[in-house]
């Protein structure tokens, strides 16, 4: 059971059963909800249930992150090293090592790691001491046969595109940049690869420029170790592509190159137009060709070709040749019957001729030898015709023929510039390396011939390989002194043997069944199953109708199609193709079929075939090879598709498999396939044993080594130690790797822990100081509000105590002073009224004596009156006497008297009527007084009363009015008698002191106070400067302005020019009525006690009595007038308040009442201004003008008098 923790890598076995599928490396996302989240290499995500836990496995510690050589991969299987390459490919590190392999991934894009800087870093370094590079090879090759005396073989396998040929270039590139002589040789070897790539490379849906042909450089060394010279080998070249090509795949590029480059007057020699005029190149359906230049490319042929000596009539004669393939690809066959025969005719063409021309035949001989067969039995020789396709046949054998033939030349033209044979002198030796561009292991769908070819090299390679490889483990073991006989491995010697070793093999009946006249593909079929059918590696059709038959090679079993292998095998030239060339006049193409025409009939016949020759030059190679000491590349193809930065994970198993590296693995695994030098073993697994110092401290690696490995695996477990290394088989490192794992683990968790502890103590200690720190804080805090409460509470109680302490004195002295009070009050009442009642009882005698008196008066008065009567009556008797009867006389005095009577009574009813009528008016009056008392005073009324003949007297100045309300008895005359009555009556006024007032004399206090040369004096002209000082400058200007105000309100000052009447129905009442009607309402009043109790309680906030201020000044200036409002907001702007260009000085005439305002406003409310405007105001009454409006004024100072008193 594996325990998996977040972050570990782990092989994913996803089982898809595909044939190249292998695990995958993936990273753990989350394991810690029931299911285990794993991220594999391909980006993709899986969820894994604990059931499938069996799908993955831990990765080894060297997988995780790639190695350099994969050898040490602890996983050292194909997933392990496919990841490994995955890794370092994303890195784009394209090199790496498996042993002495070099495996390079094909970048599909140009790195930077070519340069001759590089090339410098990798000169005579050692395999290992630098990253992988096909630099460190080919310095290897170069060093070891230099070193070694040695000769040396660089075998560079892989798919098409994989990057052989792109190696064997840099390969050669290095070798002559560092054998350092850019000799002509030097620079012939490197030219001949452009020549050979035009010839024998072609585009195909693999590769832009995959070569068609397998070669072997051998470059010659001096003893200096300068190039000599080289030799190449050419294996197999693709002949029929010349006739046929695939969709979106080309024929040989030097058709291309050679249409596009060609100078048009040889073109036209040679009959040629452009690539899309022949249908040899067009099958394909392409052209052109990406990424290369045809035209360019020429030119580099030509001078290659130059630089390789070939002469200008042999570049022209390939060139004819090369036209005149192309012509023959353009012949047109038509079909015909003769005797029952199908037969065919070659349409007559311009092709035809220049074809034939070219090679200097008859056109009619050409179309012969296309349409007829001659057949030569027993001496005589029979001419069949040919069907169409039979023409057709012939036709691309002869042209295959000739490119073939034409390839070997050129092949042997350059090997005859390059190659020097070596000198017969004794002395001297040369040295060789060798490099093996050859194609690798083939599998397609289809399989022919050519593929069980080149899978027959690729199977002799790879023995060659196994046999290194083993030898290479063989040679390790012995130099360790390691015991190895028990190491196995298999090999692919059976399957060898099977198709070219023993008798009867493969290659053996086929070639027999090509040489047989009647023998046939099926006969072939026949031979080798009944031969092979019990052979493993053999796999023999299902059934007799099946044309397919399969081998078991090393990287897999490939089914071959027998059709057509005879013909392929026998890579013959009718005897009727070869008379054509025997019959041409050309030399060059008699000298390339030279050993054809050279050759009898029947040694033709004999001559051998296809299969032999390459067996034999296998044979040849391998006998090269294993003189040399080998080195191995590698190749690897991530896509298809030719793109960089993209792998293809099937694709790149199917190639390692293929490489036959696993079989490195194999041989490695049977024996001890892990392996380290002690010092790495000491540093990777002291770790077990506690005490084990590093190694680079260590005295006896080897022993401690020993120490570890037998405490760990114990003494008799299969592992060995050697003299540099400590052998291992996997498990027992799997088991080293476990401890460790658990080991460091274990160490990993005790520093886990005790940072864990110090990083928790630490945090404690931190958290607790902040603990401890708050408490106190809040303590203090808690302590103090308790304090503040508990302090507050004994404040209250001594309050409480005290003021009941208070209390109860008060209540106490409050009674007694009641007492005292009631006592003294009844006593002063008494006191007061015996004094009243004494008073009362004086007015009542006095009132009762005046009463008397009065009523005396009126008795004596009415006596009198009665008596003046009776002395009328009496003196009218006497009168009427005369007149008449004394009797009648008397009665007439009588009756006069009577009326008199009557007419006294009357006046005595009259005048006590009127009597009554005054005391009831009096008693009225007292009522209202008294109810008048009972009233608030209406100030407003009263100033009415007192101003109010100002406004009948209207605003202009010296114009009488009626005395104030209230005065009008000022003005009535005294009434005689009753007046003197009561004054005569009222009791005398109580004398007062009379006080000396001469000291506070206005021009004593004008001459003591004023500033400049202002007197008590008024001067009717606007002043200099405020009468006092006032320190700020708006209190100046104001001052100032006051005292304009004060002489127009006399008129003593003309109004300003602007005629601009302000009707506000202001004008027609009087001018003291509407400042009471502001200053002196009660409503007023009140607002100005609540503001003033404001301004009190918050006198010390200066907002507030701006508020408040601002209030006051509203409420003093509350008729709406522009002036006023104007006034009241300078007024309230406060001391920023100037009065120059005061717009209510100089815009225009005001009335009174806003004189007045403006006065009084500044007077009342700047209280630096109130002794100036009182000053100034009371200047006017040292005047002789005692007209109204010095009254006026009187009323003005008495007005702000009172103000600054309340
Ligand atoms: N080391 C490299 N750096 C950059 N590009 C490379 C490298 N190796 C190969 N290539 C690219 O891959 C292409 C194919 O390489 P190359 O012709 O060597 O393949 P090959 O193995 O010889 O194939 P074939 O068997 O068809 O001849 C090259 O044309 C080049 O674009
Ligand atoms: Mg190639």
């Given at each position: 059971?594996?325990i998996?923790?977040?972050?570990?890598?782990?092989?994913?076995?996803?089982?898809?059963?595909?044939?190249?599928?292998?695990?995958?490396?993936?990273?753990?996302?989350?394991?810690?909800?029931?299911?285990?989240?794993?991220?594999?290499?391909?980006?993709?995500?899986?969820?894994?249930?604990p059931?499938?836990?069996?799908?993955?496995?831990?990765?080894?510690?060297?997988s995780?992150?790639?190695?350099?050589?994969?050898?040490?991969?602890?996983?050292?299987?194909?997933a392990?090293?496919?990841?490994?390459?995955?890794?370092?490919?994303?890195?784009?590190?394209?090199?790496?090592?498996?042993?002495?392999?070099?495996?390079?991934?094909?970048?599909?894009?140009?790195?930077?790691?070519?340069?001759?800087?590089?090339?410098?870093?990798?000169?005579?370094?050692?395999?290992?001491e630098?990253?992988p590079?096909i630099?460190?090879?080919?310095?290897?090759?170069?060093?070891?046969?230099?070193?070694n005396?040695?000769?040396q073989?660089c075998?560079?396998?892989?798919?098409?595109?994989?990057?052989?040929?792109?190696?064997?270039?840099?390969?050669?590139?290095?070798?002559?940049?560092?054998?350092?002589?850019?000799?002509?040789?030097?620079?012939?070897?490197?030219?001949?690869?452009?020549?050979?790539?035009?010839?024998?490379?072609?585009?195909?849906?693999?590769?832009d420029?995959s070569?068609?042909?397998?070669?072997?450089?051998?470059?010659?060394?001096?003893?200096?170790?300068a190039?000599?010279?080289?030799?190449i080998?050419?294996?197999?070249?693709?002949?029929?592509?010349?006739?046929?090509q695939?969709?979106?795949e080309r024929?040989?590029?030097?058709?291309?190159?050679?249409?596009?480059?060609?100078?048009?007057?040889m073109?036209?020699?040679?009959g040629?137009?452009?690539?899309?005029?022949?249908?040899?190149?067009?099958?394909?359906?392409?052209t052109?060709?990406?990424?290369?230049?045809?035209?360019?490319?020429?030119s580099s042929i030509?001078s290659?070709?130059?630089?390789?000596?070939?002469?200008?009539?042999e570049s022209?004669?390939?060139?004819k040749l090369?036209?005149?393939?192309?012509?023959m690809?353009n012949?047109?066959?038509?079909?015909?019957t003769?005797?029952?025969?199908?037969?065919?005719?070659?349409v007559?063409?311009?092709?035809?001729?220049?074809?034939?021309?070219?090679?200097?035949?008859?056109?009619?001989?050409?179309?012969?030898?296309?349409?007829?067969?001659?057949?030569?039995?027993?001496?005589?020789?029979?001419?069949?015709?040919?069907?169409?396709?039979?023409?057709?046949?012939v036709?691309d054998?002869?042209?295959?023929?000739?490119?073939?033939?034409?390839?070997?030349?050129?092949?042997?033209?350059i090997?005859?510039?390059?190659?020097?044979?070596?000198?017969?002198?004794?002395?001297?030796?040369?040295r060789?390396?060798?490099?093996?561009?050859?194609?690798?292991?083939?599998?397609?769908?289809?399989?022919?011939?050519e593929?069980?070819?080149?899978?027959?090299?690729?199977?002799?390679?790879?023995?060659?390989?196994?046999?290194?490889?083993?030898?290479?483990?063989?040679?390790?073991?012995?130099?360790e002194?390691?015991?190895?006989?028990?190491?196995?491995?298999?090999?692919?010697?059976?399957?060898?043997?099977m198709?070219?070793n023993?008798?009867?093999?493969i290659?053996?009946?086929?070639?027999?069944e090509?040489?047989?006249?009647?023998?046939?593909?099926?006969?072939?079929?026949?031979?080798?199953?009944?031969?092979?059918?019990?052979?493993?590696?053999?796999?023999?059709?299902?059934?007799?109708?099946?044309?397919?038959?399969?081998?078991?090679?090393?990287?897999?079993?490939?089914?071959?199609?027998?059709r057509?292998?005879?013909?392929?095998?026998?890579?013959?030239?009718h005897?009727?193709?070869?008379?054509?060339?025997?019959?041409?006049?050309?030399?060059?193409?008699?000298?390339?079929f030279?050993?054809?025409?050279?050759?009898?009939?029947?040694?033709?016949?004999?001559?051998?075939?296809?299969?032999s020759?390459?067996?034999?030059?296998?044979?040849?190679?391998?006998?090269t090879?294993?003189?040399?000491?080998?080195?191995?590349?590698?190749?690897?193809?991530?896509?298809?598709?030719k793109?960089?930065?993209?792998?293809?994970?099937?694709?790149?198993?199917?190639?390692?498999?293929?490489?036959?590296?696993?079989?490195?693995?194999?041989?490695?695994?049977?024996?001890?396939p892990?392996?380290?030098?002690?010092?790495?073993?000491?540093?990777?697994?002291?770790?077990?044993m506690?005490?084990?110092?590093?190694?680079?401290?260590?005295?006896?690696?080897?022993?401690?080594?020993?120490?570890?490995v037998s405490?760990?695996?114990?003494k008799?477990?299969d592992?060995?130690?050697?003299?540099?290394?400590?052998?291992?088989?996997?498990?027992?490192?799997?088991?080293?790797?476990?401890?460790?794992?658990?080991?460091?683990?274990?160490?990993?968790?005790?520093?886990?822990?005790?940072?864990?502890?110090?990083?928790?103590?630490?945090n404690?200690?931190?958290?607790r100081?902040?603990?401890?720190f708050?408490?106190?804080?809040?303590?203090?805090?808690?302590s103090r509000k308790?304090?503040q409460?508990m302090?507050?509470?004994?404040?209250?109680?001594?309050?409480?105590?005290?003021?009941?302490?208070?209390?109860?004195?008060y209540?106490?002295?409050r009674?007694r002073?009641?007492?005292?009070?009631?006592?003294?009050?009844g006593?002063?009442?008494r006191?007061?009224?015996?004094?009243?009642?004494?008073?009362?009882?004086?007015?009542?005698?006095y009132?009762r004596?005046?009463?008397?008196?009065?009523?005396?008066?009126?008795?004596?008065?009415?006596?009198?009156h009665?008596?003046?009567?009776?002395?009328?009556?009496l003196?009218?008797?006497?009168?009427?006497?005369?007149q008449?009867?004394?009797?009648?006389?008397?009665?007439?005095?009588?009756?006069?008297?009577q009326?008199?009577?009557?007419?006294?009574?009357q006046?005595?009813?009259?005048?006590?009527?009127?009597?009554?009528?005054?005391?009831?008016?009096?008693?009225?009056?007292?009522?209202q007084?008294?109810?008048?008392?009972?009233?608030?005073?209406?100030?407003?009324?009263?100033?009415?009363?007192?101003f109010?003949f100002?406004?009948?007297?209207?605003?202009?100045?010296?114009?009488?009015?009626?005395?104030?309300?209230?005065?009008?008895d000022?003005?009535?005359?005294?009434?005689?008698?009753?007046?003197?009555?009561?004054?005569?009556?009222?009791?005398?006024?109580?004398?007062?002191?009379?006080?000396d007032?001469s000291e506070y004399?206005?021009?004593?206090?004008?001459?003591?106070y004023?500033?400049?040369?202002?007197?008590?004096?008024?001067?009717?002209?606007?002043?200099?400067?405020?009468?006092?000082?006032?320190?700020?400058?708006?209190?100046?200007?104001?001052?100032l302005?006051?005292?304009?105000?004060?002489?127009?309100?006399?008129g003593?000052?003309?109004e300003?020019?602007?005629?601009?009447?302000?009707?506000?129905?202001?004008?027609?009442?009087?001018?003291?009525?509407?400042?009471?009607?502001t200053l002196?309402k009660?409503?007023?009043k009140?607002?100005?006690?609540?503001?003033?109790?404001?301004?009190?309680?918050?006198?010390?906030?200066?907002q507030?009595?701006?508020?408040?201020?601002?209030?006051?000044?509203?409420?003093?200036?509350?008729?709406?007038?522009?002036?006023?409002?104007?006034?009241t907001?300078?007024?309230?702007?406060?001391?920023?308040?100037?009065?120059?260009?005061?717009s209510?000085?100089?815009?225009?005439?005001?009335?009174?009442?806003?004189?007045?305002?403006?006065?009084?406003?500044?007077?009342?409310?700047r209280?630096a201004l109130?002794?100036?405007?009182?000053?100034?105001?009371?200047?006017?009454?040292?005047?002789?003008?005692?007209?109204?409006?010095?009254?006026?004024?009187?009323?003005m100072?008495?007005?702000?008098?009172?103000?600054?008193?309340?």
């Open positions: 059971m594996v998996l923790q977040q972050g570990d890598y782990v092989w994913l076995d996803l089982k898809t059963g595909r044939e190249f599928d292998v695990p995958v490396g993936a990273v753990v996302k989350l394991c810690d909800s029931g299911q285990i989240q794993v991220l594999d290499d391909e980006g993709r995500e899986h969820w894994i249930s059931q499938n836990a069996t799908n993955i496995k831990p990765i080894h510690p060297t995780i992150h790639g190695v350099e050589d994969m050898i040490r991969l602890g996983d050292l299987n194909e392990g090293i496919l990841r490994n390459l995955l890794i370092r490919y994303n890195e784009r590190v394209i090199y790496t090592y498996t042993g002495s392999i070099l495996v390079a991934v094909n970048p599909y894009q140009l790195l930077p790691i070519y340069t001759p800087d590089q090339i410098r870093l990798y000169t005579n370094r050692k395999i290992g630098m990253p590079h630099f460190a090879i080919a310095d290897n090759c170069y060093f070891n046969m230099k070193r005396n040695k000769d073989c075998i560079i396998s892989g798919e098409s595109g994989a990057g052989k040929t792109e190696s064997t270039k840099l390969i050669l590139q290095f070798l002559a940049a560092i054998s350092g002589q850019h000799s002509w040789i030097e620079q012939q070897v490197l030219e001949a690869t452009p020549i050979l790539e035009a010839f024998g490379n072609a585009k195909t849906i693999r590769n420029n070569s068609r042909f397998g070669k072997y450089i051998d470059i010659h060394f001096n003893k200096r170790g190039i000599e010279g080289a030799k080998e050419q294996y197999l070249l693709e002949k029929s592509r010349v006739c046929r695939a969709h979106d024929n040989y590029h030097v058709f291309y190159c050679m249409l596009r480059g060609m100078a048009p007057e073109k036209a020699k040679l040629l137009g452009r690539a899309t005029d022949y249908s040899y190149l067009t099958m394909g359906n392409c052109e060709c990406d990424g290369r230049d045809d035209l360019s490319d020429y030509l290659a070709m130059k630089v390789l000596m070939f002469t200008e009539t022209c004669e390939i060139s090369l036209a005149s393939i192309l012509h690809g012949l047109r066959f038509e079909a015909r003769y005797d029952n025969l199908d037969a065919c005719v070659v007559r063409s311009p092709d035809l001729v220049t074809a034939a021309s070219l090679m200097e035949v008859e056109p009619k001989d050409v179309m012969v030898c296309l349409t007829t067969r001659t057949l030569i039995t027993r001496g005589e020789s029979v001419t069949t015709p040919l069907s169409v396709e039979q023409g057709l046949d036709r054998a002869f042209v295959k023929g000739i490119y073939g033939r034409l390839f070997v030349w050129i092949v042997e033209k090997n005859a510039a390059i190659y020097r044979p070596p000198s017969c002198e004794s002395g001297i030796i040369r060789s390396i060798g490099l093996l561009d050859i194609f690798g292991f083939e599998n397609f769908v289809v399989n022919s011939f593929q069980l070819c080149i899978n027959f090299a690729n199977e002799n390679l790879q023995q060659f390989f196994v046999r290194h490889v083993f030898k290479l483990e063989q040679e390790e073991y012995n130099l002194d390691i015991s190895w006989q028990h190491i196995e491995f298999t090999d692919n010697q059976d399957a060898l043997d198709i070219a023993k008798p009867m093999n290659i053996s009946l086929i070639d027999e090509s040489k047989f006249p009647k023998g046939t593909d099926a006969t072939m079929l026949y031979k080798l199953n009944s031969q092979h059918k019990l052979n493993s590696n053999y796999m023999p059709p299902k059934n007799s109708y099946e044309t397919q038959f399969g081998i078991q090679h090393f990287a897999g079993m490939v089914h071959y199609e027998s057509g292998f005879l013909e392929k095998n026998r890579d013959s030239l005897t009727d193709i070869i008379q054509l060339v025997h019959s041409s006049k050309n030399k060059f193409i008699k000298q390339i030279q050993a054809d025409v050279a050759m009898g009939v029947e040694t033709r016949k004999r001559s051998p075939t296809l299969s020759q390459f067996k034999r030059s296998l044979e040849m190679l391998m006998r090879l294993s003189v040399c000491q080998p080195f191995f590349v590698r190749c690897i193809k991530p896509n298809e598709l793109k960089p930065m993209l792998f293809d994970r099937e694709l790149c198993i199917r190639q390692l498999r293929y490489s036959g590296m696993m079989e490195t693995i194999r041989i490695r695994r049977a024996g001890y892990i392996r380290y030098s002690f010092a790495e073993f000491v540093d990777r697994f002291r770790v077990l506690p005490g084990v110092k590093p190694a680079h401290i260590q005295a006896d690696l080897r022993g401690t080594c020993m120490q570890i405490a760990q695996l114990g008799h477990e592992w060995q130690i050697g003299k540099t290394k400590i052998f291992l088989k996997d498990h027992h490192d799997m088991q080293l790797e476990i401890e460790r794992d658990k080991a460091i683990t274990d160490k990993v968790i005790l520093i886990q822990k005790v940072a864990r502890g110090l990083k928790a103590r630490t404690f200690l931190r958290l100081s902040a603990v401890i708050i408490q106190k804080v809040w303590r203090g805090y808690r308790n304090y409460i302090k507050s509470g004994f404040i209250r109680l001594q309050a409480v105590c005290r003021s009941r302490k208070f209390y109860r004195n209540r106490i002295t009674h002073i009641t007492l005292l009070q009631a006592r003294c009050r006593f002063l009442i006191q007061a009224f015996g004094r009243r009642l004494r008073a009362v009882l004086t007015i009542q005698a009132t004596g005046m009463i008397a008196r009065r009523l005396c008066q009126r008795l004596r008065a009415e006596r009198q009665r008596l003046e009567a009776e002395r009328q009556r003196a009218e008797e006497e009168l009427l006497r005369n008449m009867t004394i009797r009648r006389a008397k009665a007439e005095a009588e009756r006069k008297h009326e008199r009577l009557n007419q006294l009574a006046q005595q009813e009259e005048r006590e009527r009127e009597e009554k009528e005054e005391s009831r008016r009096k008693k009225e009056l007292l009522e007084m008294e109810r008048e008392k009972e009233q608030p005073v209406d100030h407003s009324d009263m100033v009415d009363r007192m109010g100002l406004g009948d007297s209207g605003p202009l100045p010296n114009k009488d009015g009626q005395g104030p309300a209230g005065f009008e000022l003005e009535k005359t005294p009434r005689g008698e009753e007046a003197e009555e009561v004054l005569n009556e009222a009791p005398p006024l109580p004398d007062e002191d009379e006080e007032l004399k206005f021009s004593k206090f004008a001459a003591t004023f500033q400049g040369v202002s007197t008590h004096t008024y001067i009717r002209r606007p002043l200099k400067q405020p009468l006092l000082f006032h320190e700020d400058e708006g209190d100046q200007l104001a001052a302005a006051v005292w304009i105000t004060v002489l127009r309100f006399m003593d000052l003309p300003p020019k602007y005629q601009m009447v302000i009707n506000d129905g202001s004008e027609k009442i009087p001018v003291m009525t509407k400042i009471y009607e002196g009660r409503t007023y009140r607002e100005l006690q609540e503001l003033q109790v404001e301004g009190e309680v918050s006198s010390t906030d200066t507030k009595r701006n508020s408040v201020r601002h209030k006051l000044v509203s409420l003093t200036l509350k008729r709406k007038s522009k002036i006023t409002e104007e006034v907001r300078r007024l309230t702007e406060g001391s920023d308040y100037v009065l120059q260009g005061n209510m000085l100089e815009d225009r005439p005001t009335s009174n009442l806003e004189k007045l305002h403006f006065i009084i406003g500044n007077g009342i409310l209280p109130r002794s100036e405007a009182l000053l100034q105001s009371k200047t006017k009454l040292n005047t002789d003008d005692k007209s109204v409006e010095s009254f006026n004024i009187g009323d100072i008495y007005f702000i008098d009172t103000q600054e008193k309340s």
